[in-house]
């Protein structure tokens, strides 16, 4: 509750500034904004050095105070916000040397827009319990998935990730990472055979003139496939392939 206070206060401390512009102003918007700055640099940056988020999220709060206009509707912690997270995704960038899923991508943007929709409609942040139910996934869940593309994806316990609740013609997000491990696995042949089938569309004899095999072999890589792929994930996402 105290970080929520901070963050309330934010806005007070900033307008008492932009009138009086002095140093003790100054330092009640950064004592402020601190916890606002501990909540995104734990969010965006879980594989990173926690001194160096805070120095960075700071410097996002110094070019949030420079550029404010207080004669703009906006409240002071939404813009403080946007240059925070700028900061720390700018520096978090520079060490996201690793390949992530493209449904990790999706949710990591998802928690975005969720962070920026709320913070406009009510001048504070969201819990992680409001973001994991926005974008339908469990509470723990959410942390793995920020820290993903910062780690290995193999350090990422996708355990953790799971749906909240079941979505009508739409796989679950730990199918979906289930079905992406066991994707890492197929040869090259493996993984081109079934982009080209479900993906592009194209029938088995036009996939076999492409790669200058006979149909029949596209038909046993097909099948092998599916098949190592059913075994390979858990007993309870089976049906979630079936239909292929």
């Known amino acids: 509750m105290e970080e929520v206070q901070q963050n309330r206060s934010l806005n007070e401390a900033a307008d ?9 102003a100054l ?17 965006y940056g879980k594989a990173c050095d926690d001194k160096d988020l805070f120095q960075t999220g700071n410097l996002g709060l110094m070019k949030a105070i420079k550029n404010f206009n207080p004669d703009h509707r906006a409240a002071f912690i939404t813009y403080a916000s946007h240059c925070i997270i ?17 449904c990790i991508v999706e949710l990591q943007s998802k928690v975005d827009k969720v ?33 993903a593309g910062m780690v290995s994806f193999d350090e990422i316990d996708s355990s953790k990730i799971h ?36 993906f ?17 072999k596209v038909s046993r890589i097909k099948e092998s496939t599916l098949q190592c792929i059913r075994e390979q994930m858990q007993e309870g996402s089976e049906e979630s392939i079936n239909h292929f």
């Open 86 to 102: 700028g900061e720390i995704r700018h520096m978090v960038s520079k060490q996201m040397a690793f390949y992530r899923p493209g």
């Open 27 to 43: 330092q009640e918007v950064v004592n402020a904004a601190a916890g606002l700055i501990r909540y995104f640099s734990c969010l």
């Open 16 to 24: 008492r500034y932009f009138c009086l512009r002095d140093e003790a």
């Open 163 to 198: 749906s909240l609740s079941y979505e009508s013609f739409r796989l679950p997000i730990e199918d979906k990472l289930m079905l992406y491990q066991a994707m890492k696995k197929l040869s090259d042949i493996q993984r081109s055979v079934l982009y080209m089938i479900f």
């Open 115 to 147: 962070i920026e929709d709320y913070t406009k409609e009510n001048e504070d942040l969201p819990t992680v319990e409001y973001i994991a139910k926005k974008i339908n996934v469990r509470k723990e869940s959410v942390s793995e998935v920020m820290k």
């Open 200 to 216: 592009q569309d194209l029938s088995q004899q036009q996939i076999a003139d492409r790669l200058g095999i006979n149909q029949k």
